[in-house]
């Protein structure tokens, strides 16, 4: 059965590392190129207003996703880690209780943005009729997290058990529900972000109906539940978890700052900054699903012992980062007009979109970094060191710089202040994940402590 295998204690780790991460950064990318199309389609409606409550929006559904992201971190640092033992027993037991423990923090995270929803649109710095477009898309979106966190974490679960392929249709099948509905919704019936909310949850839907019958089929399926087994099973799941919660939320806090700073200079600086956040997940997909990519490589081999090739898959982890960074930013850069003229961008909305395809692209290497970086320290027990780096590179690293910046330049000195922060934390990032390699943690079984992992010698691969 493939929940049996260890398929990364073997072979070459590059191309281990380059299938897992092209092949998830298609799920990905497809779920982030139909939310593209969110943009677009609403930017055809010519209202500012309604693409920038869209704006805000994602500034918000950034901060529940990456908690579902967080959470699904520490499920696959313990699977992977059970499957590079060989314990087939053991992994299933940490699916089923990481499954339910996730969908049971997850909805009360949920509910708990629900409710201040209001407060958290006016700290953005929404106002009048886009603060009331905003609460709308949101509060309908929201009902639906619960959704999206059972898929991230059962995908995640998947490419602990080198299910790559499978993984990926899982976000394949709810960007084609998505793509089906968002022109019916958005467009045709004239619903504007009503539509684009309920398109939303029904992909959702279809990502975890999609996402639990792979696990169920492919990886041996689910234990039985008991309060017991969840009691076991809730303290090393926090232990991965909450740091990499943490560190998740690191990223949507800093974005909502850079939101409320660009807020400041209109609508339109907030539709340029929109518009560029909407590409930077397609642009970069495979970037961000380095860290998905690489944790289940580590974990196995953590497993088995082989450190040897824990420290090789860092390094190729940095080299293929660096490359697809080069690709991507020459591919921005030639399209840059297009792209802007895909949305009517024009003035002050061009100047952003122009500036993102530009310098702050190449910037992005430093981000890639970060995302290696956090896989390895989060998937050999030092996930605390994942959460100093990303809150430092979100405030330290992006408040000063913007503010100063913005004086000369304005909102595009934001974002370029943003984009230097990563600079100082992307190197920091490596240097604690090289730290980490030299001191690693292990989850121990229940009823031990964590140890030491004893090192093979072996090749690199």
């Given at each position: 059965m493939a929940g049996e295998q260890a398929k990364f204690v073997e072979g070459n780790l590059f191309r281990h590392l380059s299938v897992m991460a092209l092949s998830s950064s298609v799920g990905l990318i497809a779920v982030f190129i139909v939310d593209l199309i969110n943009m677009v389609y609403i930017s055809w409606l010519q209202d500012h207003v309604l693409t920038a409550a869209l704006g805000y929006a994602g500034a918000v559904l950034f901060f529940t996703t990456s908690f579902g992201i967080g959470i699904s971190i520490g499920v696959s640092a313990l699977v992977s880690q059970a499957v590079g033992q060989r314990d087939p027993k053991l992994a299933r037991e940490r699916v089923t209780e990481g499954l339910v423990l996730s969908l049971v923090l997850g909805s009360l995270f949920s509910a708990l943005v629900f409710v201040l929803l209001p407060q958290i649109v006016d700290l953005l710095g929404a106002k009048g009729r886009t603060a009331e477009e905003t609460l709308g898309f949101l509060r309908l979106y929201t009902a639906?997290?619960?959704?999206?966190?059972?898929?991230?974490?059962?995908?995640?679960?998947?490419?602990?058990?080198?299910?790559?392929?499978?993984?990926?249709?899982?976000?394949?099948?709810?960007?084609?529900?998505?793509?089906?509905?968002?022109?019916?919704?958005?467009?045709?019936?004239?619903?504007?972000?009503?539509?684009?909310?309920?398109?939303?949850?029904?992909?959702?839907?279809?990502?975890?109906?999609?996402?639990?019958?792979?696990?169920?089929?492919?990886?041996?399926?689910?234990?039985?539940?008991?309060?017991?087994?969840?009691?076991?099973?809730?303290?090393?799941?926090?232990?991965?978890?909450?740091?990499?919660?943490?560190?998740?939320?690191?990223?949507?806090?800093?974005?909502?700052?850079?939101?409320?700073?660009?807020?400041?200079?209109?609508?339109?600086?907030?539709?340029?900054?929109?518009?560029?956040?909407?590409?930077?997940?397609?642009?970069?997909?495979?970037v961000f699903a380095m860290t998905g990519a690489i944790g289940p490589i580590i974990g196995q081999?953590?497993?088995?012992?082989?450190?040897?090739?824990?420290?090789?898959?860092?390094?190729?982890?940095?080299?293929?980062?660096?490359?697809?960074?080069?690709?991507?930013?020459?591919?921005?850069?030639?399209?840059?007009?297009?792209?802007?003229?895909?949305?009517?961008?024009?003035?002050?909305?061009?100047?952003?979109?122009?500036?993102?395809?530009?310098?702050?692209?190449?910037?992005?290497?430093?981000?890639?970094?970060?995302?290696?970086?956090?896989?390895?320290?989060?998937?050999?027990?030092?996930?605390?060191?994942?959460?100093?780096?990303?809150?430092?590179?979100?405030?330290?690293?992006?408040?000063?710089?913007?503010?100063?910046?913005?004086?000369?330049?304005?909102?595009a000195g934001v974002l370029v202040g943003q984009a230097l922060g990563g600079v100082v934390f992307g190197l920091a990032a490596a240097w604690f994940a090289l730290l980490a390699i030299r001191s690693p943690v292990i989850a121990a079984p229940r009823g031990h402590k964590p140890e030491q992992p004893p090192v093979e010698a072996g090749a690199e691969g």
């Amino acid at each position: 059965m493939a929940g049996e295998q260890a398929k990364f204690v073997e072979g070459n780790l590059f191309r281990h590392l380059s299938v897992m991460a092209l092949s998830s950064s298609v799920g990905l990318i497809a779920v982030f190129i139909v939310d593209l199309i969110n943009m677009v389609y609403i930017s055809w409606l010519q209202d500012h207003v309604l693409t920038a409550a869209l704006g805000y929006a994602g500034a918000v559904l950034f901060f529940t996703t990456s908690f579902g992201i967080g959470i699904s971190i520490g499920v696959s640092a313990l699977v992977s880690q059970a499957v590079g033992q060989r314990d087939p027993k053991l992994a299933r037991e940490r699916v089923t209780e990481g499954l339910v423990l996730s969908l049971v923090l997850g909805s009360l995270f949920s509910a708990l943005v629900f409710v201040l929803l209001p407060q958290i649109v006016d700290l953005l710095g929404a106002k009048g009729r886009t603060a009331e477009e905003t609460l709308g898309f949101l509060r309908l979106y929201t009902a639906s997290q619960p959704l999206l966190i059972a898929a991230i974490v059962c995908a995640a679960v998947l490419r602990s058990h080198g299910e790559a392929r499978r993984a990926m249709m899982v976000t394949v099948w709810g960007a084609v529900v998505l793509a089906a509905l968002d022109p019916v919704l958005i467009l045709w019936a004239d619903w504007g972000l009503t539509g684009a909310a309920v398109a939303g949850a029904g992909s959702r839907a279809a990502m975890a109906i999609m996402a639990l019958w792979a696990v169920r089929r492919r990886i041996g399926g689910f234990s039985q539940v008991t309060g017991e087994g969840l009691r076991l099973g809730l303290a090393p799941l926090l232990a991965i978890a909450f740091p990499a919660i943490l560190t998740q939320l690191a990223t949507p806090v800093g974005q909502a700052l850079v939101t409320r700073m660009v807020a400041g200079y209109g609508e339109a600086a907030v539709t340029g900054m929109a518009i560029a956040g909407r590409l930077t997940p397609v642009a970069f997909g495979v970037v961000f699903a380095m860290t998905g990519a690489i944790g289940p490589i580590i974990g196995q081999n953590l497993g088995a012992g082989r450190m040897d090739r824990v420290r090789r898959v860092f390094i190729d982890g940095l080299i293929f980062t660096g490359l697809v960074i080069l690709v991507v930013s020459a591919l921005l850069f030639l399209l840059r007009a297009p792209i802007a003229d895909l949305f009517h961008a024009e003035g002050h909305v061009r100047d952003l979109v122009y500036l993102f395809c530009g310098p702050l692209a190449l910037l992005w290497f430093f981000n890639g970094i970060i995302f290696v970086g956090n896989a390895v320290c989060n998937n050999l027990g030092r996930p605390f060191w994942s959460t100093i780096v990303n809150w430092g590179r979100h405030t330290v690293g992006t408040i000063p710089l913007a503010l100063w910046l913005s004086g000369t330049w304005g909102a595009a000195g934001v974002l370029v202040g943003q984009a230097l922060g990563g600079v100082v934390f992307g190197l920091a990032a490596a240097w604690f994940a090289l730290l980490a390699i030299r001191s690693p943690v292990i989850a121990a079984p229940r009823g031990h402590k964590p140890e030491q992992p004893p090192v093979e010698a072996g090749a690199e691969g």
